[in-house]
């Protein structure tokens, strides 16, 4: 495999990229590179292009580097959303009753934004008329336009309007450098034209120049439709909606009929090629140390500990100690027939579920039968504990406690990845692509059964889960569709099952908050909202079982039993709820019932705020009024 180096250290007479941040006050778009470059001397072959535009890889995409003692892995990507929470730690972003809405004087995500902006000008202004003019070269520009769309698109996410700058100007020219914000919609289109171009210029996958973990043809396209779903539906819902956050006179249809075509593009040359190796290929799909020969796979992040010194732990996302998965996502599995999951009290047992759920439940969340966790290769210093821990039965767990759903979506069961992982990161894939034309058309109305079985039910093929059927959704009860799981009841029920689609076969890959925002429904999900785990009379069977965990091959000696209790004060015990399901905050009276839960400002906390510091320094230097975003003062 042609595994390419994208450090930043192998990138000569580039310093001038890494932009320090800590002293500037003056707009990160005013900042020249050109100090430490000339853009006569350079941009003249393809291998400059590609020298510059690696520069970009390690700080636009995600990447995860192993150090001794460290959890670094990919198993956090939900946290911040409803379907993943570390239960030490009450999610900040969620709990925001209590909050103000006075704005910072700075914003990360503004500053760093703009400055990788100003980048991706730099190389879109001189390459494309300076290199030579080949295959090679336009594909690394094709990888530039790729990169200013993604920056622009996390500028959309965070801000919405935002001034919108594609040409590389003068320090001095304020009225080219300080602009009003720019519509989100006008924002989205060029967006969308950034990427057109980075798919004319970009090889398919394995083809030319796109070689293992770099940008490719297929990732622009499925990029192409994540960004006009995301603005179709953001304005389409907003608007029915009334929002603070609509877009006048949008409804987001433009944007969601572009999705057909460009995806249509792409299943005519993938077709229904997705991964299916071994017993589980939707949970090993995301454990390949070899992304390349990976159907479906796209844009990835390679690790090779040897070759360019990255690697990662990403085995550690089996583990207690960790994200929990919560009942939000754990109750959105169908069963394996395709008709709705009942959920009862009392909650069937986690192998129950596993037997009864859509295969990919089994596969993302750890189930009892698969043995105690210390038996997984790679993981033998651990406890061997059938279930999580659920409570402070030694001094080390004394302020966690699980939901009970432990994360195995992408486990790796390599004892080598214990140490320095090379497990590749699956960023862009297939799946994706095919979701945001299903639910494009479903929203649009144009749905058929033909785009079904030639979109989900590609994915369900996988698995062994029933086809999703017109029809068969057409009869669900509007009844099952709660709106504290993301599901609109007003809309029609095949809208929802493709939500629901989405929502199981992404879990856990960073979309869940998003797409509540987009669908408009953060705070029917968000506010009121106490998670809950599995079955608690199931973990408190086992634990207080000392010959099970003795069988477990679990220490016992020195503990009481019964070590876990569900009432009465007991000395470094706390007390659980007598029946029902876990409640991973327990000791907080804001999650025990009858709290208040997780709290949002629908007003206000779909965006983030404008810095105070922009806002003035564009009124100083240019006379030009920034408005802040609805709800921040």
Known sequence: MNKINLKL????????????????????????????????????????????????????????????????????????????IISADVTSSLNQISATGVAGTENASWSTGYARVRQDNYLLAYAPNKVEKTATAAHYIGEGYFFRAWDYFNLLKTFGDVPLITQLVSDTSTSELYLPRTSRHEVALQI???????????????????????????SAIVFKARVALYEGSWEYYHGKKGSPFAVPGKDGKDFLQMIEPAVQQLIDHQGAKIFKAGTEPYNQLFAQSDMSVVAGAFLYRVYDASKLNVSHSF???????????????????????????????????????????DPRFRQTIWTPDRGPLGKVPGRGQDADLRYPIIAPILSATAGYTSTGYRIWKGAVLNTSEAIKGETDDLLIRYAEGLLDYAEAKAILGTITQ?????????????????????????????????????????????????????????????????????????ENVINGYLPKGAQLQEFLDYFNDPSQLTADGFNTAGLVFPLLYTSGP????????????????????QFQPGGQGFFIDKDRDYLSYIPLSQIQLYKALANVTLTQNPGWQ
Request: proline residues 5%; charged residues 25%.
């Open 315 to 357: 085995y550690l996302k089996v583990t207690d100690a960790g994200p929990s998965i919560t009942n939000h996502l754990a109750d959105l599995y169908l069963n394996k027939d395709g008709t709705p999951q009942i959920v009862s009290n009392p909650y069937p047992s986690l192998d129950t579920l596993s037997q009864q759920l």
């Open 192 to 218: 969308i034209r950034d990427l057109d171009s980075a798919i004319a210029k970009l090889y398919w996958k394995g083809e030319g120049e796109a070689v293992a973990g770099r940008v490719n043809k297929e």
């Open 570 to 589: 007991k000395k470094n015990v706390d007390a659980f709820p007598v029946s029902g399901r876990i409640n991973p905050y327990f000791k907080s009276p």
């Open 9 to 84: 250290g192998i990138i000569i007479c580039f310093s001038f990229l890494a932009i320090s941040f800590s002293a500037c006050k003056k707009d990160f778009l005013d900042r020249s590179p050109l100090d430490a470059l000339s853009a006569q001397t350079f941009f003249n072959t393809a291998a400059d292009v590609k020298t510059y535009v690696n520069s970009m890889y390690d700080t636009r995409l995600p990447v995860y580097k192993y150090t001794a003692g460290v959890n670094n892995n990919n198993a956090r990507l939900d946290l911040g959303s409803d379907f993943l």
């Open 450 to 522: 033909a785009d079904l079985d030639e979109t989900v039910n590609v994915l369900r093929d996988r698995v062994g889960m029933a086809h999703m059927d017109l029809a068969q959704v057409a009869s669900f009860p509007n009844s099952i569709y709660a709106p504290e799981l993301g599901f609109t009841p007003g809309e029609p029920n095949i809208v929802n099952e493709i939500r629901r689609e989405r929502s199981v076969e992404l879990a856990l890959e960073g979309f869940r908050l998003d797409d509540i925002k987009r669908w408009a429904v953060y």
